[in-house]
Each structure stands twice: as C-alpha cells, then as structure tokens.
C-alpha cells in the first residue's frame, strides 16, 4: 500500500495563475482531508470530504476548491493564487485515525 | 468551540533526560485524542490514539496517558532519532481534528 500519494512536491506560481493539488489514497477510506500548515500556525483545516460527492469547508476555505469524484481522489485545486496562499499543504485520509500524505511545498511570488 | 494547547512550544534535552510534553484540550463528547510526529519536510505519522480518561499507550521510549482535561506524551531515555515535532490533536463530534500547534523536541548527544 502506497497509503496517501500527493504531487506536485514542490511548486511555484506567479500571483494569479492557477493550479491542482492532487491526492489520492488507496486504503478504501470515506474521509479525506486537505490542510495547510504554515510556521508556528499548527495545521489548519482547508475542505474535507466524507465520501464521492460529498464535500464541505473547514476553517479556511476561501480561495480554494475541491471535488471528490472518487473515493481516492481528492483534488484541491487554486484558482487565483495570492502570496497568502504560500505554505505547505498536507492531504490525509481517515477511517478513524487520520493518515497524511507528504506534502506539497507552494511558494506564489 | 473545541481547543487543544500545546505547551512547552519548544524542549532540549540531553540523550537520556526523560521528559514529559502536555497537551490540554476542551472537546464536546471526546472521540479520541492523537498523537502525531512529524519530522522536518514531512507530513505527520500517526503515533497513538487514546479514548479515554486513564488510557495510557506505548511504543518503544514514548508513552502517552489521557485524563478528562489533558494528555501527556512521556519520553523515557530519549535518543537524538526522536528529535521531531510532537502533534496533538482532538476528535468530537465531527469527522474533524482539531490541532495543537506543536512541540519542537531536540535531543541532543
């Protein structure tokens, strides 16, 4: 089991361009999850699903979106990127206990 | 609202000075509390889980304990590998974590 796969690892854009996160596990769980994690903030709760179709905003959801057409696939995606949106982004997937994904490092400039 | 406060923020100890890292929180209906590492550049492991007051865990130098109001991960004897931030994070009645923002551990030689 590859557990939670997340690409790009690193990545940076222009202010305004645009660009997916993807994500995907493969242990068949309903919950997934995208956080960003920025120095001394702890990881704050972006969008979450419970299952395909399913999806709805955590504690900073503004200038993001997501999609769950799958179960393993939880894309998050930036439409318009702002300086504010450099961080490191962290996706994970649950049955019960969460399990994270490596991250992906955005710096937009 | 659910809150989890992590304290010390940052702890240096010698290889071999145990030690122990605090977690308080306030949840409404407790489902569980976890534990995460998290090594520089990467995304948190899952170390334990704990469901209620008097629940204690271990896995090899740490254990974690639970009461109503905190949880305490114990180091015994650290070694210099175990340098890393120590995650806590609470689950209530949602499919949601609330975090802690972290504890930077360095064991030094």
């Known amino acids: 089991n590859a557990g939670v796969t997340q690409t790009p690892k690193f990545r940076i854009l222009k202010i305004g361009q645009s660009m997916t996160l993807q994500c995907t596990q493969d242990m068949n769980h309903n919950y997934m999850y995208w956080y960003r994690q920025d120095p001394g903030m702890g990881l704050k709760l972006i969008y979450y699903?419970?299952?395909?179709?399913?999806?709805d905003k955590g504690e900073v959801p503004n200038g993001y979106n997501v999609s769950r057409s799958t179960t393993e696939d939880f894309p998050l995606r930036l439409e318009l990127a702002a300086p504010s949106q450099t961080s490191v982004y962290f996706c994970?997937?649950?049955?019960?206990?969460?399990?994270f994904g490596p991250g992906t490092r955005l710096t937009v400039l | 609202e659910d809150q989890v406060t992590q304290s010390p923020e940052a702890l240096r100890l010698q290889e071999g000075e145990s030690s122990s890292l605090n977690c308080s929180y306030t949840v409404s209906g407790l489902r569980g509390l976890f534990w995460y590492r998290q090594d520089p550049g990467k995304g948190p492991e899952f170390l334990f889980t704990?469901?209620?007051a008097g629940e204690e865990k271990e896995k090899e130098r740490l254990k974690a304990t639970l009461t109503k109001k905190e949880s305490f991960l114990h180091i015994t004897a650290p070694k210099p590998e175990d340098s890393a931030t120590y995650l806590c994070?609470?689950?209530?009645?949602?499919?949601?974590?609330?975090f802690g923002k972290g504890m930077k551990l360095t064991v030094n030689p």
């Open positions: 994970a997937s649950s049955s019960f206990e969460q399990f």
């Open positions: 994070a609470v689950r209530g009645g949602s499919e949601k974590l609330v």
């Open positions: 704990l469901y209620s």
């Open positions: 699903s419970v299952g395909a179709g399913i999806t």
